[in-house]
C-alpha cells in the first residue's frame, strides 16, 4: 500500500522560505513521478511542481524562480523548497505520486496522479 505523509508546512511571513517533505512508503521513491499541487480556499487545486523519474522537473509559472523540487532516493523523500513566499501562495500543499506526464516538447506538467498525501498547511502574512 503506498502511503505518502508531508510535513514542513506552517506559517511565515512574505519574503521568507519553507521547505515541505514528502515520504513515500510502499514504492520506490526514485521509479515514479512524484508532484506538489496546492489548493487555496475557493479555487481549485492546482499543478506546482512535479518530478518524474529521470530527474527532470517542471514549474508552474508561478513558482518559477522561486520553489525548487527535489528527491532524495535514499530517503525515498520529495522536497519542495519554497522562497520568496508570496500571500497568493498560502494553500493547502499535497504531495502526489504515480502520475501521468504531459511532455509536449519537453516535460509540461503531471495530472491524474494516483496516489495523495493529506496534505499540509502553507499560510504567508503580508
Known amino acids: 500500500q503506498v502511503q505518502l505523509v508531508e510535513s514542513g508546512g506552517g506559517s511565515v511571513q512574505s519574503g521568507g522560505s519553507l521547505r515541505l517533505s514528502c515520504a513515500a512508503s510502499g514504492v520506490t521513491g526514485s521509479s515514479i513521478s512524484m508532484a506538489w499541487f496546492r489548493q487555496a480556499p475557493g479555487k481549485e487545486r492546482e499543478g506546482v511542481a512535479g518530478i518524474v523519474s529521470d530527474g527532470r522537473t517542471t514549474y508552474a509559472d508561478s513558482v518559477k524562480g522561486r520553489f525548487t523540487i527535489s528527491r532524495d532516493n535514499t530517503k525515498n523523500t520529495v522536497y519542495l523548497q519554497m522562497n520568496i513566499l508570496k500571500p497568493e501562495d498560502t494553500a493547502i500543499y499535497y504531495c502526489?505520486?504515480?502520475?501521468?506526464?504531459?511532455?509536449?516538447?519537453?516535460?509540461?506538467?503531471?495530472?491524474?496522479?494516483?496516489?495523495w498525501g493529506q496534505g499540509t498547511q502553507v499560510t504567508v502574512s503580508s
Open positions: 502526489a505520486a504515480v502520475c501521468n506526464a504531459d511532455y509536449n516538447g519537453g516535460l509540461q506538467r503531471l495530472y491524474d496522479c494516483t496516489y
